[in-house]
């Protein structure tokens, strides 16, 4: 089904980090947790490899990579693309480094973003591809992408910064005038996310370029305060189905070829 044009109004809060935008963001988790039977996030193992951050009484926000936290709690997955060039990433000759602490103003604008958002949301872990999975070592990469559908499924939250096409772009939207909002030709979406969006992250939040949309498994709410019915539900992250794609096969707009079958009748 083609999606259709939203009229804004005046409820969108302008930014994601406003008050009013965090507080819409907070009123539907609190909904989704008291009335929809979608996974909790709660006292989910954390993944064997994770950021965690804090921000101290100064406001200072301090990171670093753990590995087997062996503990569980609630954290976030960061849906993103890449772009055309991705310079940090965690390497095996950097990944000492990256558990010491990881400098604030290293990280791309999209991930400080995540973080802030996190920290807002009451979020001290933040799963991100580029940081969690060694990207110059095959077994490291093989082991770790094979576990992705559950670092997903597990999560508290998604964030997906939709409307980016970087990791430099940062995850919220610029300040275009509103006139006439459609969420089509944002850079991560692509059509066709039917099966693995349920399989996956419980909640998504998108940053699309002048509000938020809020996906979870029963329901999708613009924050101008559209609701579409469960046919009209956001399509897909292809970048995530790109990088799956050596497990579960071509992605065949909303499918798999490995699992076409079993897909078609789910
Ligand atoms: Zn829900």
Redo the contacts with the bound molecule.
């Keep these: 089904m083609p999606w259709k044009s939203i009229k804004p109004r005046t409820r969108i809060s302008g930014h994601p980090l406003s008050q009013k935008g965090i507080r819409w963001v907070k009123s539907r988790l609190d909904h ?1 947790f008291k009335h ?1 039977a ?1 996974s909790n996030g709660l006292n989910k193992l954390l993944p064997a490899r994770i950021l965690s951050f804090k921000r101290s009484h100064e406001g200072e926000i301090s990171i670093k990579l753990v590995e087997k936290p062996n503990e569980s709690g609630r954290y976030a997955v960061l849906s993103h693309c890449w772009g055309s060039q991705l310079s940090f990433t965690t390497m095996t000759n950097n990944l000492s480094d990256m558990m010491q602490g990881i400098p604030w103003t290293e990280l791309p604008r999209t991930f400080q973003d995540a973080i802030r958002y996190c920290l807002e949301l009451g979020i001290f872990y933040l799963w991100i591809d580029a940081l969690c999975i060694l990207q110059d070592d095959k077994n490291d990469w093989q082991i770790e992408s094979a576990k992705m559908a559950d670092i997903y499924q597990n999560s508290y939250i998604s964030l997906a910064a939709t409307s980016s096409d970087s990791t430099t772009t940062g995850c919220f939207p610029k300040h275009a005038p509103p006139t006439n909002l459609s969420i089509r030709n944002n850079p991560l979406l692509s059509r066709g996310w039917v099966f693995q969006e349920r399989v996956l992250a419980p ?1 998504i939040l998108h940053f699309c370029n002048q509000e938020l949309v809020w996906e ?4 999708t709410c613009f924050e101008c305060g559209t609701l579409t019915k469960d046919g009209d539900r956001l399509p897909a992250l292809s970048g995530l189905a790109e990088r799956m794609a050596p497990f579960l096969g071509k992605y065949l707009t909303g499918l798999w070829d490995k699992s076409l079958l079993r897909d078609l009748t789910w």
């Design positions: 989704c929809h979608c909640r979870c498994g029963e329901q």
